[in-house]
């Protein structure tokens, strides 16, 4: 049987973009050999070296550093970054970018990443990730300003992300169409297994930390309770899935099709999610996919960050929830809105 592997498939892919220069399938490369290593270190934690467990650091987001998310974040930076193809690197786990050196050759394109999603879960063998995302510089000369660091969703050229799970899957879109490869590890290769994924239309599956409903405003607790209301003409109710860890959760939504909530609450009034390592990545990847990504007002990609570690609330999946969703709060919001200033 003949098989593609990701580097063929990447090479077949920049053949169509005129002026490629070959810059963005080393990088490409970059990424998936980085992936194979963190990939080795999640499959062997808690044998050998000592890789599990609490750095003892707090990060830029306040949360304790664990030794694979700071494992991962090295392998990445030092990889990507001494690759010749990027001339900045931001991460989750950092609290300013880093700036390539020109004794390191800075390249064309920003590299941003969470190096290993869904930390909590690192040591209970529950699946984590690698998300990616990649711009072009925009600003004229060699100096790296916001303009390039701060660049709306829509201008990304490519985003993935890595699960470690059941297998090491790896999923990316430069733009034509989202693709999904499998690390055969008797190889150590990555081989197409996933062609032009499509999500479906809509789902029948919801999924969100419900344990915040206390902490919720009334327009998502009225989403949820929708949700799980029956009426068979729609649907409902949806059947809950919650991992707790974005890339396994939003990968099985891809897949199957649904809703991935992350909606505000009293505690992270902005949202938990980021924009640059979190969102915007797995926006381009379901529109290009053929579903939706919102804040629940709003386009995901069609926000530009205000800085490197911005949050906001996500809604993200098949194309009829995400839009059904955005209408059920924005009744809800309108009716409190009412509500209020007829009280007032
Ligand atoms: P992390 O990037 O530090 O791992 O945090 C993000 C994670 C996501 O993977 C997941 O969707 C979310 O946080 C889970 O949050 P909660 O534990 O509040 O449900
Ligand atoms: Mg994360």
Known sequence: MERTTLVQHIRQQEK??????????SLMNEIMVAGKIISLQVNSAGIGEDILGL???INVQGEEVKKLDEFSDITFTKIIGQSGTVCAITSEEKEEAYIIPPEDHPGKYIFMMDPLDGSSNIDVN?????IFSIYKKKSPGLEVTDEDLLQKGSEQVAAGYIVYGSSTIFVYTSGQGVHGFTLDPTLGEFFLSHPDLKIPEQGSTYSANEGNWGIWD?????????LKEEDSA??????LRYIGSLVADF?????????FMYPKDSKSPKGKLRLSFEAAPLALIVEKAGGKASTG???????TPTGIHDRLPLFIGSKNDVEMAEERLAAKGKKGSWFKWLSG
């Open 16 to 25: 169509t973009i005129p002026g490629a220069t070959g810059e963005f399938t």
């Open 55 to 57: 750095t003892g650091k």
């Open 126 to 130: 529950v699946n984590i990730g690698t």
């Open 218 to 226: 009334e327009s998502q607790k009225d989403l949820v309770a929708y």
């Open 234 to 239: 729609t649907g409902r109710p949806y059947k």
């Open 251 to 259: 990968h099985r939504t891809l897949l199957k099709g649904g809703l």
């Open 297 to 303: 007002n709003q386009p995901i990609l069609d926000i």
